[in-house]
Nanobody, 124 residues
Framework: QVQLVESGGGLVQAGGSLRLSCAASGRPFSTYPGGWFRQIPGKEREFVASMNRGGVGTLYADSVKGRFTISRDNANNAVYLLMGSLKPEDTAVYYC?????????????????WGQGTQVTVSS
């Protein structure tokens, strides 16, 4: 089993950038697909981006494509999300996740391991 801890959230102005980090412990993170999801109060958790175990295959939600970049460092058991050109609608709690199936699954059911979340707030 793997444990995940996110960091790097905060308050940023529209158009700015933030880099989220996720540190994994327990079972080596290289054995899992890595992903990022986000959630705002009253709404379901939604897929943002994911990457396969080897760090080559990636998938992005249409809403973030071209603005966000996911990366991972298996040697250091970490996954990152670089967020650029941020918009107020990107405001949410962002969660790191480790998957059990294909990295391109956007269903939360295929991502059994979660961090505690980190708040990102984008002001207009």
């Amino acid at each position: 089993q793997v444990q995940l801890v996110e960091s790097g959230g905060g308050l940023v102005q529209a158009g700015g950038s933030l880099r989220l980090s996720c540190a994994a412990s327990g079972r080596p993170f290289s054995t899992y697909p890595g992903g990022w999801f986000r959630q705002i109060p009253g709404k379901e958790r939604e897929f943002v981006a994911s990457m396969n175990r080897g760090g080559v295959g990636t998938l992005y939600a249409d809403s973030v494509k071209g603005r966000f970049t996911i990366s991972r460092d298996n040697a250091n058991n970490a996954v990152y999300l670089l967020m650029g050109s941020l918009k107020p609608e990107d405001t949410a709690v962002y969660y790191c996740a480790a998957g059990r199936g294909a990295y391109y699954s956007t269903s939360t059911l295929d991502w059994p391991y979660w961090g505690q979340g980190t708040q990102v707030t984008v002001s207009s």
